[in-house]
């Protein structure tokens, strides 16, 4: 009897009020629970994905997600790439504004109004007789309105039985808040004239005389800066979407008949004829039904060389059309085009990619629950023994403040905003402190060619002329020509016959030749400049010299132009995607950093080989001929293999695979939807600053986990003392201070980080 395979179907739901990667693995773990559902939540992009049957509503899930404690939402439909609103930001932009501004403005007035409430408690000279009354009002609405989604994470925690950095920092904010309460109200603390004086002794004391507002004022405003910068990094997280679609023509010319209509691209429908003249780009996927152009496609498949289209041809979306008037007949619109698959795999890619478990989480789910335990056995203890209840709630309490972790919330912050500083004056960009730790693991680096190891754009490299022939003769009458096409490659020729040549004549009766090349009128010779074929059409052949010059460069991967004059044939040009110079010292300095550097592009293998020699790359690193997808496979690949991929693209076609990747870098001088997918940004565009990207991202995370370490040892080694009752509050106040000084200074130390090379 046939088994019946259940229908099933997928959703993405954005989740809310996730704080660290503990809620997504509780989320996750609630929605698994489900029969018929398989869900995986991630933190970063603070989506969960989920597969469920067809018994299974999503209002189910939501509901399943909402008994957790948290909210979600089922995905708003997105617009077509170029249709309105899918470019201009308007709504959205102002809704991820909208999700920070109650943030900041907790943020604010805990800082604002924290900074004297620590003054004052630190230094006796502020102390005056009242002092303490006005610590208490200015403390207040910090440890109460800005300090709430802490109190109210750890509430959710507490109903499903966790405990995270939330729980600590909100038990210990309390605690320090509500004890310095009871001492004002009915200890001495709240006695005209108190004052903490500087005493370095340990006694044990009943509590009375002690506050503790600084340090619940003062966590309070160091936690909160660290989640603002934190969730001002993460609001990024679907930038790459955003760019990708920004990529396509928001309006385009329909044929209606005889007459042209402009319309929004979103109207467009498959079977449509459009219009595409020179420089603009393509509204959607199609097939050429009349005239022929170059077609520049390097942002979607890496190809370096903009390929020649006519009647019958199929063309993509978002590409620029370099030459002639084409008319191309929708084939492709909306979600079905390449551009917005190639949206859905940067998307995928993102939500595959695991969330870092924060280092400072990990530690406090043995750290909390132990602190808690100790604090409730302190006071059992000493109210066993006798010590009074003053005495044992004091115990009790000051291990709940020494564990606060005023230090820890440094720890993190100020080494990224120290690294990332540093970064930023050396051209390199770090979105935040997960992408740190993939470089910590990554041991292979994949380099995109187009743009990343090579400029990307199309260089006269070489002239080869016949005997009697002079360079400067050749590039004066072919740049000539050349300079009155729109073509890319004559772009380039033009381009370096100015260079090497200066000013160009004008050419007469100048004439396009489609797919072969150009013709006319330069200084009283008949020019011909295009390819082989343009010169036999006037029974022109190449002299053997030449054509060995043609085949040696086209095996290298470059383009050969040929060059006649007068009904012969007189030089050939070779042109191509010139490397960078930087290119081999920078493979030099990755591999130094213990990397395997691949080569991957959309371009042949012999021009991907040629490059890759020039450069250091031996040929079985070499992966050529790939499409978008392609790259994401190849990635994957390598991580299946076990290893961890760095990825280092400039492109459209790249930023699936960036995002895919344990570590993506971008180059600043390529696609938004790039940079948006990277997690480290080199601005300059120079490949030699990945590696410094990579030393400076490892050294950060090393003064990370440094400050982690004595923030932690700090709280370790004083809870003996809290816990046996002779914990001093200065001395406690004194040693807060000296871990997060200590904290600061080491972060300090990231600004002498020098590049290798400049």
Same mark, same amino acid.
């Given at each position: 009897?046939?088994?019946?395979?259940?229908?099933?179907?997928?959703?993405? &739901?954005?989740?809310?009020?996730?704080?660290?990667?503990?809620?997504?693995?509780?989320?996750?773990?609630?929605?698994?629970?489900?029969?018929?559902?398989?869900?995986?939540?991630?933190?970063?992009?603070?989506?969960?994905?989920?597969?469920?049957?067809?018994?299974?509503?999503?209002?189910?899930?939501?509901?399943?997600?909402?008994?957790?404690?948290?909210?979600?939402?089922?995905?708003? !439909?997105?617009? /077509? !790439?170029?249709?309105?609103?899918?470019?201009?930001?308007?709504?959205?932009?102002?809704?991820?504004? *909208?999700?920070?501004?109650?943030?900041?403005?907790? &943020?604010?007035?805990?800082?604002?109004?924290?900074?004297?409430?620590?003054?004052?408690?630190?230094?006796?000279?502020?102390?005056?007789?009242?002092?303490?009354?006005?610590?208490?009002?200015?403390?207040?609405?910090?440890?109460?309105?800005?300090?709430?989604?802490?109190?109210?994470?750890?509430?959710?925690?507490?109903?499903?039985?966790?405990?995270?950095?939330?729980?600590?920092?909100?038990?210990?904010?309390?605690?320090?808040? &509500?004890?310095?309460?009871?001492?004002?109200?009915?200890?001495?603390?709240?006695?005209?004239?108190?004052?903490?004086?500087?005493?370095?002794?340990?006694?044990?004391?009943?509590?009375?005389?002690?506050?503790?507002?600084?340090?619940?004022?003062?966590?309070?405003?160091?936690?909160?800066?660290?989640? =603002?910068?934190? /969730?001002?990094?993460?609001? +990024?997280?679907?930038?790459?979407? +955003?760019?990708?679609?920004?990529?396509?023509?928001?309006?385009?010319?329909?044929?209606?008949?005889?007459?042209?209509?402009?319309?929004?691209?979103?109207?467009?429908?498959?079977?449509?004829?459009?219009?595409?003249?020179?420089?603009?780009?393509?509204?959607?996927?199609?097939?050429?039904?009349?005239?022929?152009?170059?077609?520049?496609?390097?942002?979607?498949?890496?190809?370096?060389?903009?390929?020649?289209?006519?009647?019958?041809?199929?063309?993509?979306?978002?590409?620029?059309?370099?030459?002639?008037?084409?008319?191309?007949?929708?084939?492709?619109?909306?979600?079905?085009?390449?551009?917005?698959?190639?949206?859905?795999?940067?998307?995928?890619?993102?939500?595959?990619?695991?969330?870092?478990?924060?280092?400072? *989480?990990?530690?406090?789910?043995?750290?909390? !629950?132990?602190?808690?335990?100790?604090?409730?056995?302190?006071?059992?203890?000493?109210?066993?023994?006798?010590?009074?209840?003053?005495?044992?709630?004091?115990?009790?309490?000051?291990?709940?403040?020494?564990?606060?972790?005023?230090?820890?919330?440094?720890?993190?912050?100020?080494?990224?905003?120290?690294?990332?500083?540093?970064?930023?004056?050396?051209?390199?960009?770090?979105?935040?402190?997960?992408? #740190?730790?993939?470089?910590?693991?990554?041991?292979?680096?994949?380099?995109? +060619?187009?743009?990343?190891?090579?400029?990307?754009?199309?260089?006269?490299?070489?002239?080869?002329?016949?005997?009697?022939?002079?360079?400067?003769?050749?590039?004066?009458?072919?740049?000539?020509?050349?300079?009155?096409?729109?073509?890319?490659?004559?772009?380039?020729?033009?381009?370096?016959?100015?260079?090497?040549?200066?000013?160009?004549?004008?050419?007469? *009766?100048?004439?396009?030749?489609?797919?072969?090349?150009?013709?006319?009128?330069?200084?009283?010779?008949?020019?011909?400049?295009?390819?082989?074929?343009?010169?036999?059409?006037?029974?022109?052949? #190449?002299?053997?010299?030449?054509?060995?010059?043609?085949?040696?460069?086209?095996?290298?991967?470059?383009?050969?132009?040929?060059?006649?004059?007068?009904?012969?044939?007189?030089?050939?040009?070779?042109?191509?995607?010139?490397?960078?110079?930087?290119?081999?010292?920078?493979?030099?300095?990755?591999?130094? &950093?213990?990397?395997?550097?691949?080569?991957?592009?959309?371009?042949?293998?012999?021009?991907?080989? /040629?490059?890759?020699?020039?450069?250091?790359?031996? !040929? +079985?690193?070499?992966?050529?001929?790939?499409?978008?997808? *392609?790259?994401?496979?190849?990635?994957?690949?390598?991580?299946?293999?076990?290893?961890?991929?760095?990825?280092?693209?400039?492109?459209?076609?790249?930023?699936?695979?960036?995002?895919?990747?344990?570590?993506?870098?971008?180059?600043?001088?390529?696609?938004?939807?790039?940079?948006?997918?990277?997690?480290?940004?080199?601005?300059?565009?120079?490949?030699?600053?990945?590696?410094?990207?990579?030393?400076?991202?490892?050294?950060?995370?090393?003064?990370?986990?440094?400050?982690?370490?004595?923030?932690? /040892? =700090?709280?370790?080694?004083?809870?003996?003392?809290?816990?046996?009752?002779?914990?001093?509050?200065?001395?406690?106040?004194?040693?807060?201070?000296?871990?997060?000084?200590?904290?600061?200074?080491?972060?300090?130390?990231?600004?002498?980080?020098?590049?290798?090379?400049?």
């Amino acid at each position: 009897m046939a088994t019946t395979v259940p229908d099933t179907a997928e959703v993405e &739901l954005a989740i809310g009020g996730m704080t660290c990667a503990s809620c997504a693995a509780r989320i996750e773990k609630n929605l698994n629970r489900m029969e018929g559902v398989t869900a995986a939540v991630n933190y970063a992009t603070e989506k969960a994905k989920v597969a469920f049957e067809a018994d299974v509503a999503v209002s189910d899930l939501i509901a399943r997600v909402e008994a957790t404690g948290y909210t979600a939402r089922a995905p708003q !439909p997105e617009p /077509a !790439p170029g249709a309105a609103g899918a470019t201009d930001g308007g709504p959205a932009q102002e809704t991820e504004a *909208d999700e920070l501004r109650p943030l900041r403005q907790r &943020l604010v007035t805990a800082v604002v109004l924290a900074v004297p409430v620590i003054a004052m408690a630190m230094v006796p000279a502020l102390q005056f007789e009242y002092w303490q009354w006005l610590s208490l009002t200015l403390a207040a609405p910090v440890v109460t309105y800005a300090a709430w989604p802490f109190h109210k994470a750890a509430f959710t925690n507490a109903r499903h039985g966790a405990a995270t950095m939330d729980t600590l920092i909100s038990v210990g904010t309390s605690a320090a808040f &509500l004890w310095s309460l009871w001492a004002l109200f009915f200890g001495t603390a709240g006695m005209p004239g108190m004052t903490h004086p500087f005493e370095f002794t340990i006694t044990r004391s009943d509590g009375g005389g002690n506050i503790y507002l600084e340090a619940a004022a003062g966590v309070t405003a160091f936690i909160l800066a660290g989640r =603002y910068f934190e /969730a001002r990094s993460k609001r +990024k997280a679907g930038a790459a979407l +955003k760019a990708l679609l920004q990529l396509g023509a928001k309006d385009v010319t329909v044929l209606r008949g005889d007459r042209e209509e402009q319309i929004p691209v979103g109207e467009l429908k498959a079977g449509d004829r459009f219009l595409v003249r020179p420089g603009e780009k393509i509204a959607t996927d199609g097939t050429v039904v009349e005239g022929t152009s170059a077609v520049n496609a390097s942002m979607l498949t890496g190809e370096s060389v903009p390929a020649e289209v006519g009647v019958g041809d199929a063309v993509t979306g978002a590409t620029v059309n370099a030459g002639g008037r084409l008319v191309v007949e929708a084939t492709r619109v909306g979600a079905d085009t390449q551009l917005a698959r190639m949206a859905k795999l940067v998307e995928d890619a993102q939500n595959g990619k695991a969330a870092a478990q924060r280092l400072a *989480d990990k530690i406090s789910a043995v750290f909390v !629950p132990v602190v808690i335990a100790l604090a409730l056995g302190t006071l059992g203890f000493w109210l066993g023994n006798g010590a009074g209840i003053t005495a044992a709630f004091t115990a009790a309490v000051a291990v709940l403040i020494i564990a606060c972790p005023c230090a820890l919330g440094l720890a993190t912050p100020t080494a990224l905003m120290v690294g990332t500083g540093r970064g930023a004056q050396l051209g390199i960009l770090i979105k935040g402190p997960e992408v #740190l730790e993939s470089t910590r693991k990554v041991d292979t680096i994949v380099l995109d +060619k187009t743009g990343t190891v090579t400029t990307g754009r199309m260089t006269l490299l070489a002239v080869h002329t016949t005997d009697g022939n002079q360079e400067v003769d050749v590039l004066r009458l072919a740049g000539a020509l050349e300079h009155a096409s729109e073509h890319p490659i004559a772009q380039a020729v033009a381009a370096g016959a100015t260079e090497r040549v200066g000013a160009l004549p004008t050419p007469e *009766d100048f004439a396009n030749i489609p797919g072969l090349g150009v013709q006319g009128i330069v200084d009283g010779h008949a020019v011909l400049v295009g390819r082989e074929q343009l010169l036999a059409k006037w029974s022109i052949a #190449l002299p053997p010299a030449l054509r060995r010059a043609k085949a040696d460069a086209e095996t290298a991967g470059r383009t050969a132009i040929a060059v006649a004059w007068d009904g012969e044939a007189h030089a050939v040009l070779e042109v191509a995607d010139a490397i960078k110079e930087t290119s081999p010292d920078a493979i030099a300095d990755l591999r130094a &950093l213990g990397l395997t550097a691949l080569l991957l592009t959309g371009d042949n293998r012999a021009v991907a080989e /040629a490059v890759a020699a020039q450069v250091g790359i031996e !040929p +079985k690193q070499v992966i050529a001929e790939v499409l978008p997808q *392609d790259k994401v496979n190849v990635v994957k690949r390598l991580q299946d293999e076990g290893r961890s991929v760095a990825m280092v693209g400039d492109g459209v076609n790249d930023a699936a695979a960036l995002a895919q990747a344990d570590l993506g870098l971008a180059m600043g001088t390529g696609t938004d939807a790039a940079i948006e997918a990277g997690d480290l940004t080199l601005v300059r565009g120079d490949l030699r600053v990945a590696a410094d990207a990579i030393r400076l991202a490892r050294k950060t995370l090393g003064t990370i986990r440094s400050n982690l370490f004595w923030a932690f /040892a =700090y709280n370790i080694a004083a809870l003996p003392l809290a816990a046996t009752g002779l914990l001093n509050p200065m001395i406690a106040g004194a040693a807060m201070a000296f871990s997060s000084v200590f904290v600061v200074g080491n972060s300090l130390r990231l600004r002498r980080f020098q590049a290798a090379t400049r």
